[in-house]
């Protein structure tokens, strides 16, 4: 597949820099490619209620499916302790669960490490999931 693997990981990392986090102090970013080129994207936003936080997966998912978006191509994610990338940051559970829902299995996932990127797909991350074609 063609497209800017990099340019999506610096997306990822500007989200990254917004993140709201002042609990764990731990900034994830994401940044979905959608199929026309457009990028959405999104950080780990917490709440003073702890298990209000939001992770960056999700704040950027919504905000493409709030906006009629359904078109992922890519997804770029990276985090680390105040935003300081060392080892790579895969998705939570829910959010799996989340990816799961509007993303292909094959979709790829980079997921940034201290010197460039890993890639991944839903199908090696939530093997055997529960789907609405299961329903
Ligand atoms: N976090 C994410 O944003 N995405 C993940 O997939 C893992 C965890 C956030 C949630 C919380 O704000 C912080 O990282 C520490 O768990």
Redesign the pocket.
Known sequence: MNYDREGLIAAAKEAMMK?Y?P??N???G?AYLMEDGTIYSG????NASYGA?????R?AIFKAISEGRRDFKALA?C?GPKGEVDKA????GI?RQVLNEFCDKDMEILVATKDGYEVTHLAELLPHSFSKEDL
Not at 53 to 57: K, V
Not at 89 to 92: D, H, L, T
């Open positions: 993140a986090a609990y764990s731990f900034y994830v994401a950080c780990n936003i917490e936080a939001n992770c960056a997966e704040t994610l985090g940051c895969y998705p939570c959010c």
